[in-house]
Structure formats: structure tokens, C-alpha cells
């Protein structure tokens, strides 16, 4: 089973075992810096906090030598965090491996030198900007690393190593640090043991009967403290944050145990609370409208040219925004609105119901939709707006016109200045837009899966549904109003036959240039388009990009081809295969027209809750449109035999 891909920015903090190791240094000898040496990372389930069970495979991780070594991942923002760097990662495959050295003398990495000194059980925690991930289902089991690791867990497919810190705390609490970083013996009373004094700083046994303590006192007093240190370092075993604070603040072992006590009581609690799932409850200093988050899925799914659908603007306030999945949108948008996410995709009722009880997520989800099904209408061809002229309406009702061909030129104005009226053609045409339309569904599986991309794919296959279909009603429209409007006779005489070729061409140039109105008067129009189906369109586009043609044996016919870039190929696989047809221009005078009502030529999608019957979220798709023949003038036709 292969996890469904996806890309994530969020860092992962792999937590394990770090060891730093002092040179040994011979007498005239420089002194060497302490090394660390790490095992990173063992190829099992990791608990990340954002993420939940996470994977990372080693085989797609990247990684260099040299890596940065941090104090609890600050050291990117805070030099005086910076420990060192590696200077060797080694990555077999089934274990992340990396040594360096300890370069900072600073006082947080003098701390740890003398923590590690006094015995404290460092970890290692490995920073891993993941590049690509996916969900491996429960139950579903991966081989990864060498192992057979059963779902659920997030498999980081891709990933690079950014840095390595060295932290007093690990993830699960069973990993461990053994620190040796002292420069040869270092005596009990000598920096790095704490020692307990009186109000004056002396030390407590020093009070007792005697001024100035003697070696015998200091020394019994280094043991006490070592004895101290060892009973605390017993009880609090398993809470490394518990012992740290008891070493540094002198707590005996008996408070070490009330503190152990107190906080398995409140790690017990916590294990019986009900899940929830992980909020953002702050979103300070972060700026988050309906506008962000539609952009910041957009950009997510790949939508080309975010900048002008959204603008720059919005586009780079919402490239800090990460939204990966549904999960996310929903909880951006819960916390925007002050509220937080109690409930986890897989409750997909209760999921749905906090969804929607912003309306932000209806017109986030609506506006990514209306720019991906916008995208998707643009992948069907658009050959019809080389031949039609689009008519806004503002109804449904039949919209009736005169042919656009008058019967009249202008007359001159009487010397009264009395202008005379002309006559409109007694030709009359009609556009109707109507409505089409279609619904997917967002379904509870989608949900589960958290894919982001459900979001944006059924809008593409919606809005290519929607091009297809209006393409199939304009060329049927057109189809039917062949017969009709196309003759090789008179009234019309707009029709010749052959197929294409530069000769026959030549007689629809001239038929054409015969055309004329009512009164005789030449059309006047001028020839921009060669419309065509499948037969006549390879022929067409060497007309067109020719230089030079052979018109046969006679040394009197001309070679250089007269209609080199004249007539725009346009082809149309809904057209029939042999027929082709030279078009005016339809600014002046369309051969189609296209109405849409109140302008909008895309088709339109919303998002809502679905029925109670149906766990999901309902998306629908509605396109008003109408198609009608235009000017039969407009054009001549070959019946291409």
C-alpha cells in the first residue's frame, strides 16, 4: 500500500540520543573541543506533537555533513544557542547517525558542559523539514527503514535534515543523554557542584563549630551532595525536567518524590481526559480573512498565477499561512473566529457541524472552488469565441433582434437638416439563455483521508464538465442552422464546394467579396477565420504558415501562396469532418452569438452542508448560458467535396 502524496512545511523534531565526549588532552597538548555523536533517529513511529504518528523514511531524506547544532532548536533565532556543528551525517538507511564538535563557550553552552559534567542525561532532538508526506491508514502496514511498520501514522516520504539540538527534555521521556564534556578531574568544590551555604554564602557545615570549614568538612560535604544527587537522580529517573530543577535547587529526595508523585497524578488525569484534537488558539499578530485562507489552499493545489487571481498582496500573507489539509482549514478558520476545533475529522458529523458554524469555511471553500473550476473550464477548447459575439442578458426570457445587416446606407442630411429614417432588416433572430447544471459530493471518506486536494479537484472536473457541455449546445446550435442559412443559390449564395485548398479557397475569397445587402450594396465585412473539422484542418494550418506552395507542372503558376497568415486556423471537433467555412470578423458582423446571463461566461459553484442523509459536503456546479445563429452573411461555406 502506498501512502496518497502530499507536501507539508511544518518542522519535525525527532527526539533521541545524544552523547558528547571530551578529547583527552596530553601535557603541552592544545586543548580539543568536545564531540558529540548522536543516534538520531532508529526508523520506527515517532509522536510528534502536530503531526501525531509520524515516519520518516530515510531513504528520501536529505542530509549534509555539516549540520548546525542548537540548544532547543533557538539557535536560528538567538546566536548565543548555537552548541556547534556536525561534521559527519551517516544515514544507512535504517538509523540517522551524526557527530560533531561543541565550538561555543558561551554561557548556555557552558550550562550544558556543566550539567553533562555533573551526570545529566542530555537528548538529541533532529530538526526535518518534510518535502513530501501521506497518510498510511490503520491497519495498513509499510515496510520503511528496513522494518514492517503497521498504520496509523504520517509517512514523511521526502525530507531534509536543517539542524540538530541538544534538549533536557525528549518527546516520549524514555531516551537519554550521557554527557562526559570535563577537560581531565575536576574537584567536588570546583565549579559544576553545588554546594548548600548560610545567608553569608558559607557553607552549612562551616557554621557548625567552626569558622573556616577544613578539607575534612569540604570533603564530607562533597560526598553528602553527591549522595543527594544520586538519591534524586534514582527517584526522578523517568522526569528529567523533575531531576534538573531538584539538582540546581537542592531539593532532597524526599521532595523529589512528592514532585514525581504530583505530576504522574497529572499525567494519569490527562490520559483519561477525551482526545482533542490540537488548536490554534492564538493566531497572534496573524492576519486571517476568507481571502488568506482561499488563497492559501489555492497556492496549496498548485493554481496558476495565484498572484492575479488573488493579488500579491494576499498572496504573500497567506504563504505564511499552513494549511495543508482539511483539518487545518477548518481549524485556521475556527480560530480566526475565536473558537477552537474539539473534534477530530473521523467524529465527521460533529467535524462538519463545527465547519460550518463559521461562515467563513462556506466562502473560503466556495472561492477556492469558483477559481479551480474556472481553471478547469479553460482546458476545453474555446474555438467558439473566434466565430460568436457574447450578449450579456439579464433573464431567462427569449431575447429577440433584427439580422444585423441593415437595408440601408447613411443618407445625406436635406438642406433642412431633416435626417431621413432608414429601414431594419424584416430578418429576425433569438437568443435564450437557460440553465445547466450538476452536483458532486464531498464525501466522508474524503473527509477522513483529510485531503486538501478534494477541495479543488472536483471543482476542475466540474467546470471541464461545464465547457464540454456548452460546447455540445453552441456547435449543435450551429449545426442545425447549416441547412437553413448556407446556399449555393440565390437569395444567399453563400456556399461552394471542394476541399481546401488554395484554389478553393481562392473561390470562397471571391464569393464572399460578391456578398452583399438588401439594396446591392457590397457587406463590406472582412475575412479573419478558416472554421474547419478534423479533414480540412492539417491543410488549413499549411495554408497558413507556407511561404511557398506548388500549384502544378505549368511554369506560369505562381509559387508564393497570397493567403500566408490571412485566415487564423480554428477547429472544432464538434464540427462535422468535412465541411470548412471562411469567417468575418464577429465584432461586426458574428456568425453565433452567445448570450450569458448578467455577463458572468464561467460557470458557477457554491458549497454547503449536505442533507442529514448524507455525511459529506455538497458541491453544485449551474452555468446559464444560450447559443443562436447570427449572420448568415457573415461567412461562406464549402461543403469540402
Known sequence: MKPKPDTENHMIAAMANCRIVAEQVKEGEAAKLPRIEIEAYNGGIMIVGYYGPVVIDLAGLEAADITPIYYSHAGSYDIANVLGQTSAVKNDGKTLFASGEMMSEGDTAQEVKTLAGNGFKFQSSVGVDPLQSGAVEAGVEVEVNGQMLQGPFRLISKSKLTEISVVPLGADGSTSTRIAAKQGAVAPQAKGVSMKTDKDGKPIEAAIGTEQ????????????????????????????????????????????????????????????????????????????????????????????????????????????????????????????????????????????????????????????????????????????????????????????????????????????????????????????????????????????????????????????????????????VFEAAVAANFSASSPKSNQTAGALTVTTMGAAEALYLALADADGNPVGGELTTLLCGTTAYTPAREIFASTNL????????????????????????????????????????????????????????????????????????????????????????????
Open 550 to 641: 506548388t500549384n502544378g507542372a505549368s511554369a506560369k503558376n505562381p509559387s508564393a501562396n497570397i493567403y500566408v497568415n490571412r485566415f487564423a486556423p480554428a477547429f472544432s471537433r464538434y464540427l462535422s469532418a468535412a465541411p470548412w467555412y471562411l469567417v468575418s470578423n464577429p465584432l461586426a458582423m458574428p456568425l453565433m452569438e452567445a448570450a450569458f446571463l448578467n455577463g458572468r461566461e464561467e460557470p458557477f459553484v457554491e458549497t454547503a452542508d449536505a442533507d442529514f442523509n448524507t455525511l459529506g459536503v455538497q458541491m453544485r456546479c449551474w452555468y446559464d448560458y444560450g447559443a443562436s445563429f447570427g449572420e448568415w452573411r457573415s461567412a461562406v461555406r464549402s461543403t469540402g467535396m
Open 213 to 476: 570549614p577544613n578539607a575534612e568538612q569540604i570533603r564530607a560535604a562533597a560526598v553528602a551532595e553527591e549522595v543527594r544527587i544520586g538519591k534524586v537522580r534514582e527517584v526522578a529517573k523517568d522526569h528529567p525536567e523533575i531531576m534538573a530543577k531538584a539538582i540546581e535547587d537542592g531539593h532532597t529526595s524526599d521532595q523529589v518524590e512528592r514532585d514525581v508523585l504530583r505530576a504522574e497524578l497529572a499525567a494519569e488525569k490527562e490520559r483519561n481526559k477525551r482526545p482533542e484534537a490540537p488548536g490554534i488558539t492564538g493566531m497572534v499578530d496573524v492576519e486571517v480573512t476568507p481571502a488568506i485562507m482561499a488563497a492559501a489552499v489555492s497556492m496549496r493545489a498548485g493554481l496558476k498565477d495565484p498572484d492575479k487571481a488573488f493579488g500579491a498582496e494576499i498572496c504573500t500573507k497567506a504563504s505564511g499561512l499552513k494549511i495543508h489539509s482539511l483539518t487545518d482549514l477548518v481549524r485556521v478558520a475556527a480560530a480566526a473566529c475565536g473558537k477552537t476545533l474539539d473534534y477530530s475529522r473521523h467524529e465527521t458529523r460533529a467535524f462538519l457541524q463545527a465547519a460550518f458554524s463559521t461562515r467563513d469555511i462556506a466562502n473560503v471553500i466556495s472561492a477556492v472552488a469558483n477559481k479551480f473550476i474556472a481553471e478547469g473550464y479553460g482546458t476545453v477548447e474555446q474555438t467558439w469565441r473566434s466565430v460568436a459575439a457574447i450578449r450579456p442578458v439579464v433573464d431567462f426570457k427569449a431575447n429577440t433582434g433584427v439580422r444585423l445587416i441593415m437595408s440601408n446606407l447613411l443618407k445625406s442630411m436635406s438642406p433642412s437638416g431633416e435626417i431621413e429614417h432608414g429601414e431594419l432588416s424584416d430578418e429576425t433572430r433569438t437568443v435564450q439563455a437557460d440553465t445547466k447544471a450538476l452536483m458532486l459530493g464531498i464525501t466522508r471518506k474524503d473527509i477522513i483521508n483529510d485531503d486538501l486536494g478534494v477541495l479543488t479537484d472536483l471543482p476542475r472536473r466540474l467546470g471541464y464538465a461545464a465547457a464540454r457541455t456548452f460546447n455540445t449546445d453552441f456547435w449543435t
